[in-house]
């Protein structure tokens, strides 16, 4: 008789529902997250391939004057045969435009770029430098603003080595607004 008038507890059974819950809803998240992640580099894998090898020289109508530079393909084992040109436009811009893969400047990259700004002396005294990396936003955005951010960095130390003042130099990563921007960098005075 004592056995009917206690209470059931139901806390147990309450406690295990809800873990189960929890377990199930946290399986579920993990299984979501490997989805997106799948498919995330699905679409990247097909963007890259969509996109190709980009033209090795783009000319603008204003163009003033022309230099090529070679720039390695591979930043660990330099090819002498890439090229990257390098174009004067408007008022002292210099434009170098990089293959896909290459994200630093080579050391004959590095004298041409000096033998630019040696020449153009009177346009980049005292003045601030702008350098600017210009990046394909529609291909991988993020792997393709972190080649852009290397590139913007290596004309820097280039500009550096040249004879520039670092204080005097503003690097800048910006998404091109054009097709010819793609895989450029541009450097100029302010």
Same mark, same amino acid.
């Given at each position: 008789?004592?056995?009917?008038?206690?209470?059931?507890?139901?806390?147990? #059974?309450?406690?295990?529902? =809800?873990? +189960?819950i929890?377990?199930?809803?946290? /399986?579920?998240l993990i299984i979501l997250?490997?989805a997106? /992640?799948?498919?995330?580099?699905?679409? $990247? %894998?097909?963007?890259?391939?969509?996109?190709?090898?980009s033209?090795?020289s783009? =000319?603008?109508? *204003?163009?003033r004057?022309e230099?090529?530079i070679?720039? $390695?393909?591979?930043?660990?084992?330099?090819? !002498?045969?890439?090229?990257v040109?390098?174009?004067? %436009?408007f008022? !002292?811009?210099?434009?170098?435009?990089f293959?896909?893969?290459t994200?630093?400047?080579?050391? =004959?990259?590095? %004298?041409?770029?000096?033998?630019? =700004?040696? #020449?153009? $002396? %009177?346009? /980049?005294a #005292?003045?601030?430098?702008?350098?600017? $990396? /210009?990046? *394909?936003?529609?291909?991988?955005? +993020? !792997?393709a603003? &972190?080649?852009?951010?290397?590139?913007?960095?290596s004309?820097?130390?280039?500009?550096?080595?040249a #004879?520039?003042?670092?204080?005097r130099? &503003?690097?800048?990563?910006?998404e091109? *607004?054009?097709?010819? &921007?793609i895989? +450029?960098?541009?450097?100029?005075? &302010?």
């Open positions: 008789m004592a056995e009917a008038q206690q209470e059931e507890n139901h806390w147990p #059974g309450f406690v295990d529902a =809800l873990s +189960t929890v377990m199930v809803v946290t /399986f579920l997250a490997i997106i /992640f799948v498919m995330s580099l699905s679409i $990247a %894998e097909q963007s890259g391939m969509v996109e190709g090898e033209a090795a783009q =000319l603008s109508t *204003n163009v004057e230099q090529t070679v720039v $390695a393909d591979n930043p660990v084992v330099r090819d !002498k045969d890439a090229t040109t390098a174009v004067t %436009e008022d !002292k811009i210099l434009r170098l435009e293959t896909p893969s994200i630093e400047v080579d050391q =004959l990259s590095q %004298e041409k770029l000096k033998a630019y =700004l040696d #020449g153009n $002396a %009177e346009t /980049f #005292g003045r601030t430098v702008e350098i600017t $990396a /210009f990046f *394909n936003p529609n291909v991988a955005y +993020t !792997k603003r &972190r080649v852009g951010y290397y590139r913007v960095l004309a820097r130390n280039a500009m550096t080595a #004879g520039v003042e670092a204080s130099v &503003r690097v800048h990563v910006r091109a *607004n054009t097709p010819e &921007r895989d +450029t960098v541009e450097v100029s005075a &302010r």
